[in-house]
């Protein structure tokens, strides 16, 4: 059969299985896999130099060869990304950002610092539960800003899934530049961070106009109510609301320090630690990737450098300074128990990227991918819109971003060398349009959804229709900076 129609129907059977059945992303995806590998025949064998083979054990053994190459190549950094993630989660670094945002932002723009926080908090952190953790200070926000949670906890989820897609070390972007990379693609991992925090900014700014415009359209709906449940607050806590409260009654604006005095009343860590666990790896990577391209390399100094911003080394140390450091005051017992919750997390999230990575090295081998892009090198399509388009097809029927991305940038990469585009486009392309849309088969619309307050009709119409706007507003930067770098 031909690859290409070989490929096409082992997607539409892992899609089917996904959405269908009960079967999980991770046996769907190599079910998928070994279907497309029998189907190609002799393709695959050519592909993988097994000419006059046996087919079932050829087929079999791509799979699990790509399988293993995604797994080592990607496998530990998940692990040690989601452990790290935890410890912001459970230690209240997350809301100790918040309150160092809020300083300097100012509570007149309380929508950019819930914003602006989930931006940051989702790099390693699971959106999902960057959505829960700060889902009580949008309301706290909500509660006494009189604004609306449509337009509080969208901006706040938006912050979130944003960088969820677009910034390693978060698993998706990751496993997509794991993929190019098997696929002899040169991108570096420091220098896609960059780019995808670079393109990440004017997305958000986007994101707090539209969010804004939504809050006026919803101003006097889905608004926390003033009377608070007194029994949930601690005595300091609601010693400070009380003030607050009296102040509001009084008519007069709410300042930073009444916020900072709400949040210094539970246990947070210091503002240094929290971002530092942030922010040292990505530095420690950067430094990597700039020691690479210099004299350095070849020093003991520069040796050490690269050593340290290795991805895997780099996470180890945000992940012993989250142990040590941020769970500085639990016992053994509890941290070792926050780890294997953080494994559990882990686990689905790798076996999943390395399916993908078996999925990719089945369609390198049998040279669908290759067809393809001669294919619409013939046709004179866009070369950029493949990508971009590619990852809205993956995300759209299954509702899982993650899963999208990695199907996705394992068909895009056996086709860069023809289609001939900048492989950091190529990746920002498949990352981005993996974000759309999300609605009712996706967790974190429900995750939004309730936790901001909305019901389904209202958080339709504002933010899956804001996970169609965001992407489509990025793929046109994208294709217009395809027109300038190549």
Request: glycine residues 10%; hydrophobic residues 55%.
């Amino acid at each position: 059969m031909n690859p290409v129609l070989a490929m096409l129907i082992g997607i539409v059977v892992m899609m089917v299985l996904i959405i269908c059945t009960r079967l999980h992303p991770f046996p769907a995806m190599i079910v998928s896999a070994i279907f497309i590998a029998i189907l190609s025949g002799n393709a695959l064998l050519v592909g993988t130099g097994n000419e006059g083979g046996n087919l079932l054990s050829v087929a079999v053994s791509t799979v699990t060869g790509g399988f293993g190459s995604t797994m080592t190549s990607i496998g530990i950094v998940i692990g040690f990304g989601t452990i790290m993630g935890i410890f912001m989660e459970k230690s209240g670094a997350a809301k100790r950002m918040a309150l160092t945002i809020l300083k300097l932002v100012g509570v007149k723009n309380a929508d950019v610092v819930l914003g602006l926080t989930g931006f940051v908090v989702s790099i390693p952190v699971f959106c999902d539960s960057g959505f829960v953790i700060l889902s009580s200070l949008a309301k706290e926000f909500s509660r006494l800003t009189k604004k609306s949670m449509v337009w509080l906890g969208g901006i706040l989820g938006m912050g979130l899934y944003i960088t969820h897609f677009m910034v390693p070390p978060t698993p998706g972007p990751l496993a997509v530049i794991s993929t190019f990379q098997q696929n002899g693609i040169n991108i570096d991992l420091g220098l896609f961070i960059v780019a995808g925090l670079l393109f990440s900014i004017p997305l958000f700014i986007v994101s707090v106009f539209l969010f804004r415009w939504f809050g006026e359209k919803y101003k006097d709906k889905f608004v926390v109510p003033s009377e608070i449940d007194r029994s949930k607050y601690t005595a300091d806590q609601l010693k400070v609301l009380d003030r607050i409260e009296a102040k509001l009654n009084a008519g007069k604006d709410l300042e930073n320090a009444d916020f900072a005095e709400l949040l210094s009343t539970e246990k947070l860590p210091g503002a240094f630690i929290s971002f530092t666990i942030l922010l040292l790896p990505v530095v420690l990577i950067l430094l990597n990737t700039l020691v690479g391209q210099t004299a350095l390399k070849a020093t003991m100094v520069g040796q050490i450098v690269q050593f340290l911003g290795t991805p895997i080394i780099a996470l180890f140390i945000s992940l012993c300074i989250g142990a040590f450091g941020l769970a500085k005051d639990l016992d053994n017992k509890t941290v070792i128990a926050m780890m294997g919750e953080a494994c559990k997390d882990a686990g689905p999230i790798v076996f999943i990227t390395a399916a993908g990575g078996a999925l990719g090295a089945v369609v390198k081998a049998t040279g669908a991918a290759q067809i393809m892009a001669n294919g619409i090198v013939a046709m004179g399509i866009p070369a950029i819109l493949v990508p971009l388009l590619i990852g809205t097809i993956m995300r759209f029927p299954q509702g899982s971003g993650t899963v999208a991305m990695i199907t996705g940038s394992a068909i895009v990469a056996p086709m860069m060398a023809t289609l001939g585009i900048n492989p950091y486009l190529a990746a920002l392309a498949v990352c981005l349009t993996a974000m759309m849309p999300s609605f009712l088969n996706d967790s974190y619309f429900h995750v939004v959804t309730n936790f901001s307050g909305m019901d389904i009709k209202t958080s339709l119409k504002t933010w899956t229709i804001s996970t169609f706007i965001i992407p489509i507003f990025g793929s046109i930067l994208i294709i217009i900076l395809s027109l300038f770098i190549h």
